[in-house]
């Protein structure tokens, strides 16, 4: 399984971003998705995941309320909309798919990486 996330760039506080995360193979449908984020220097961040019918969501507390994330089975992808950025969410985020159907917040459930796309808030 091969994951492409994108969307990520450079906005102001305040703006609106929305990532896409595209799997390769069909298998992901199956399969909880979850997305991290990593920070220059700080440790890798579980930012959201949900699970392979799309009808339960896990946030991180740093983004409760502001992101949301979303599946279409059909098209293999997962989204991760980013309402209210602040300059504490810039980081690469990455999309992974899970070891079953859902698979919460721990990194160690998921199996396949994407390479991560670049978020960077200014202020």
């Known amino acids: 399984v091969q994951l492409q996330a994108s969307g990520g760039g450079l906005v102001q506080a305040g703006d609106s971003l929305r990532l896409s995360c595209s799997a390769s193979?069909?298998?992901?449908?199956?399969?909880?998705m979850g997305w991290f984020r990593q920070a220059t220097g700080k440790e890798r961040e579980f930012v959201g995941s949900?699970?392979?019918?799309?009808?339960?969501?896990l946030y991180g507390d740093s983004v409760k309320g502001r992101f949301t994330i979303s599946r279409d089975n059909a098209k293999n992808t997962v989204y991760l909309e980013m309402n209210r950025l602040q300059p504490e969410d810039t980081a690469v985020y990455y999309c992974?798919?899970?070891?079953?159907?859902?698979?919460?917040?721990?990194?160690?459930?998921?199996?396949?990486w994407g390479q991560g796309t670049l978020v960077t808030v200014s202020s």
């Open positions: 949900i699970n392979w019918r799309g009808d339960r969501t």
């Open positions: 992974a798919q899970g070891r079953s159907a859902y698979s919460g917040m721990s990194a160690d459930a998921y199996s396949y």
């Open positions: 193979r069909r298998t992901s449908s199956n399969n909880g």
